[in-house]
Every structure is written in structure tokens, then in C-alpha cells.
């Protein structure tokens, strides 16, 4: 099984701000199949990112997602008030699918 | 625009077995491009996958979590275009948020979430 680990658990940033969340694999996952999702309390994960680069429809360029290895960064380039959420990374390349722990964005 | 709508009980006694249905429109169950997913959410565990049912080469597969997988099955219908979850002999620790996802290339839509409690 492949473990996501995400850091930091907790992120305080201000409005405007940048945000770098990282992900990273317990071993080799395919760049292909590595997703970030969104979500807010109360509703069901939103996808931002998949094939650990690529933005889902609809998702604005603020988001960007990259990969080095078993390394994979979500970066929120300028914080907008909607953007304070947890977020959670996903393998889905093979089963079982695994989530990481989530990183929450907090306004500091 | 695909969507799924989840339904069933919200609450489930000790010992019992938990029924949730996801009924789909914009795409088909027996699709050969996707695969059709139940996965929870509680504080404990966080977010869990727990299993997927696909249609291929005229054949219906299975994968199922080892946490689970001697309680678990998970069904398609066909006539109802729609996937049910059954999870048996529940505890408490079965309680969460339980959610039904397409998996494509990615997995982009999710239900709305159903949540089960299990107590007596």
C-alpha cells in the first residue's frame, strides 16, 4: 500500500499570500496518477489536480501542482478568502487508492 | 454532466449490515471508462477507500480494501443504472461519511456524502 504523507498538518497564511503544501509518496507513484482535492466543511472533496500536474475544468491558474520524484507540492500562488480549506493528496494508479492525511489552510 | 445522488439510512445498529445506493446520470454503470468507487471519511481514519466495481471485456471486477474486505460487496445495477454498498456486521467504528466516486482518468465527480452512524 502506498502511504501519503502531507506536511505541514496546518498552514497560517494571510489573503494574498503563497501556499506550498507537499505530499510525499511511501514509494514510486506515477506522476499520471496523483491528484490534490479541496474540501470544505460539510461538502465532499473537490478535484483540483490530477496527473499530479493538471488542472481539473474550472479550477483557476492559481492552483498548480508539481512533481520530483515521490515528491508531489500543491501551490496556491495568492491566497483568495475561498481558498481556506483542508486538502488532501490521492494516489489512484493502482489499489488500493490512498489518501494522505490533509493539510488544513487557515487564515493566520 | 455526470452526478451521482446517494441514498439510504443514516443510522445503523451494532451487528447489522450498512446499505447505501448511488444512483447515476450523465454516464452509464457498465461504462468501459470508468470505475465506480465508495470511499469514507471520519476523524480517525481520515479518508478511506473502501472499494470499486468496473465493467470490462463483457465482465464485472471487483477490488475491494483489505480492512474491509470480508464485509464488504459492492453491486451494480444495471436496470437502475446505479452501485450499492453493502458493509456487514458494523461497529462503531464504521461510523463516517460515506461517499460514492467516478474514477476515470481521474476521479473528478463524488456524491454528496451520506452520513452513517452505528449505534444502538
Not at chain 1, 503563497?18 to 465532499?44: I, N
Not at chain 1, 481558498?83 to 489518501?99: E, I, N, R
Not at chain 2, 458494523?90 to 476515470?104: H, K, Q, S
Request: glycine share 8%; proline share 5%; aromatic share 10%.
Amino acid at each position: 500500500e502506498i502511504v501519503l504523507t502531507q506536511s505541514p498538518g496546518t498552514l497560517s497564511l494571510s489573503p494574498g499570500e503563497r501556499a506550498t503544501l507537499s505530499c510525499r509518496a511511501s514509494q514510486s507513484v506515477s506522476s499520471s496518477h496523483l491528484a490534490w482535492y479541496q474540501q470544505k466543511p460539510g461538502q465532499a472533496p473537490r478535484l483540483l489536480i490530477y496527473g499530479a500536474s493538471s488542472r481539473a475544468t474550472g479550477i483557476p491558474d492559481r492552483f498548480s501542482g508539481s512533481a520530483s520524484g515521490t515528491d508531489f507540492t500543491l501551490t496556491i500562488s495568492r491566497l483568495e478568502p475561498e481558498d481556506f480549506a483542508v486538502y488532501y493528496c490521492q494516489h489512484y494508479g493502482s489499489t488500493p487508492l490512498t489518501f494522505g492525511g490533509g493539510t488544513k489552510v487557515e487564515i493566520k | 454532466q455526470v452526478q451521482l445522488q446517494q441514498s439510504g439510512p443514516g443510522l445503523v445498529r451494532p451487528s447489522q449490515t450498512l446499505s447505501l445506493t448511488c444512483a447515476i446520470s450523465g454516464d452509464s454503470v457498465s461504462t468501459n471508462s470508468a470505475a465506480w468507487n465508495w470511499i469514507r471519511q471520519s476523524p480517525s481514519r481520515g479518508l478511506e477507500w473502501l472499494g470499486r466495481t468496473y465493467y470490462y471485456a463483457s465482465k464485472w471486477y471487483y477490488d475491494y480494501a483489505l480492512s474491509v474486505k470480508s464485509r464488504i460487496t459492492i453491486n451494480p445495477d444495471t436496470s437502475k443504472n446505479q452501485f450499492s454498498l453493502q458493509l456487514s456486521s458494523v461497529t462503531p467504528e464504521d461510523t463516517a461519511v460515506y461517499y460514492c466516486a467516478r474514477l476515470g482518468n481521474y476521479m473528478d465527480v463524488w456524491g454528496k456524502g451520506t452520513t452513517v452512524t452505528v449505534s444502538s
